[in-house]
């Protein structure tokens, strides 16, 4: 380190206001805990170094993080006794009395700096697999006191949770080892959260998920980054109903609000939350996974995107805030899609005891055909509620790879159960509607030019009611 960060320099008066550590609890702390240790005039009065401001400061963020002063003590010296110095990524050129905003993109680790988180995320994940919390929490309280907390939630605890859960998708991770560490992260954020300082900027944020969404991490993170650069951030979690939306910004009286989506039935809620917020003219901001894959969604949503990564989301939000405005739509959704929509409401349960009867005689339990005709139900609906299937220029890849049947089916059952939905639905739904109609005969693998009438064997005669549609036109 720099000899200058080791001149005695600053006296009391100087740190307090620069820590805002008041001067009895400063004297406690090099009283009982040996940090600081300034040196002093020949006078007697305390003076400090760039360090000692430095360290004062990671005592006071480890606070934040939700240790207590003897905990943060305890995990400094156990850093020194590794040979770890928590302040080497921490002191920088800024002299006390000066402030700065580092941006975001600024946050992450160096590149000298990533194998050490890179070792601290396999700690943690090790221990997560573990169901080690002791050894997880240890992990994370290493990372907080060298890197950013930016660095730290994105580079090892989003990071680390994408690892388990591909495991888990492979098979090589139980469902009870994900939410083990999935439960272990959210913990974290939430002390993150509620340990953060009171706004020092004009406008509140709303930051939220449509209703049945589940996935809050990303926007949990998404608040918690906003709030530290000093936003009044309002965070109201999962799955909102539209009405307790509606009732908070008029409680709130937000300058944006914030909605996340991360899959396709919870994408069409947002859709409707957006239209509410364009009529009452409060400005959206969204983002989700299910809008990187499907940009056309994009173009639907009554907002402003804020991007495919977290990094691009602050400074997004930041520029809107500056200028909060109301961003309209591309596009708007077909009627015909919207008229399919109704329909197939209309005749949604007919089709599912369709599907009932067809495949009582095949060892699927009541209340698992139940979930799965809730689950592609629920996805057709979103579908048609987003004019996928009545976009020419609709990017529907996540089509051809509809709702993981798999998590509530038997092995092996899923694609007959999907199948048999498919030709239950045709079978309601005739060909008023051949677009539609056509697409979903393409999902069931059959070609939507084709009389799939010739396929009715393969329900019972109770569901055999498929029309011929997609009739070759005669000239």
């Keep these: 380190m720099a000899a200058r960060h080791d001149l005695p320099i ?13 001067p009895d609890t400063l004297r406690a702390w090099e009283r009982r805990y040996g ?6 005039t020949a006078s007697g009065h305390r003076l400090y170094t760039e360090r000692d401001v430095a360290t004062l400061k990671w ?44 941006p975001i993109s600024q946050s992450m680790p160096s590149a000298g700096a990533s194998s050490t988180i890179t070792q601290l995320k396999r700690q943690w994940i090790e221990a997560c697999l573990h169901f080690d919390e002791r050894d997880a929490e240890q992990a994370l309280n290493g990372a907080f ?26 098979g090589s991770v139980t469902a009870q080892q994900e939410h083990f560490a999935s439960a272990l992260a959210m913990r974290r954020l939430e002390t993150l959260l509620a340990a953060t300082p009171a706004p020092t900027r004009n406008g509140r944020i709303l930051v939220a998920c449509p209703p049945h969404e589940s996935h809050v991490f990303a926007p949990l993170m998404l608040s ?8 009044d951030v309002v965070y109201l979690g999962a799955d909102v109903p539209l009405q307790s939306l509606e009732a908070t910004i008029d409680a709130t009286a937000p300058a944006l609000v914030i909605l996340a989506a991360q899959q396709l039935h919870t994408a069409a809620g947002l859709l409707e939350m957006g239209r509410l917020l364009e ?20 173009t639907i ?42 329909r197939f409401r209309e005749l949604r349960s007919a089709i599912e ?23 592609l139900g629920s996805y057709i609906e979103a579908a048609l509620a987003l004019g996928s299937f009545h976009r020419s220029n609709a990017d529907d890849t996540w089509l051809k790879n509809l709702p993981p049947l798999d998590r509530v089916l038997p092995d092996g059952k899923s694609a007959h159960y999907h199948r048999t939905y498919i030709l239950a639905a045709l079978g309601r739904l005739g060909s008023e509607d051949r677009q539609f109609t056509g697409r979903l005969a393409e999902l069931a693998g059959l070609s939507p030019n084709l009389d799939v009438i010739g396929h009715t064997h393969e329900l019972p005669k109770k569901v055999s009611r498929v029309k011929a549609i997609g009739r070759h036109r005669r000239s």
Excluded: C
């Design 10 to 22: 600053y006296n009391l008066k100087a740190v307090v206001q620069e820590t805002g550590i008041k």
């Design 35 to 40: 940090l600081p240790e300034p040196q002093r």
């Design 301 to 342: 949503i009554p907002g402003h995107f804020l991007g495919e990564r977290i990094d691009e989301a602050v400074p997004a939000v930041e520029r809107i805030m500056q200028v909060p405005h109301v961003h309209a739509s591309l596009e708007s959704v077909p009627t015909a899609s919207l008229a399919a929509l109704r």
């Design 145 to 170: 006191a060298l890197f950013p907390v930016e660095s730290v939630t994105t580079s090892l605890i989003q990071q680390g949770l994408a690892e388990i859960g591909e495991g888990w998708l492979r």
């Design 224 to 231: 918690l980054f906003l709030r530290r650069r000093g936003w």
């Design 353 to 375: 005891a369709d599907v009932r009867g067809a495949v009582r005689n095949d060892g699927l339990s009541p209340a698992r055909v139940g979930e799965a005709n809730a689950l």
């Design 59 to 102: 005592l006071v963020a480890r606070q934040d993080d939700g240790l207590t002063i003897s905990r943060a003590v305890a995990l400094w010296h156990e850093l020194r006794r590794q040979g770890n110095d928590p302040l080497e990524h921490v002191l920088t050129e800024t002299r006390p009395g000066e402030t700065s905003r580092t």
């Design 279 to 298: 009529e009452r003219r409060v400005p959206l901001a969204y983002g989700g996974l299910v809008f990187n894959q499907s940009p056309y969604l994009r």
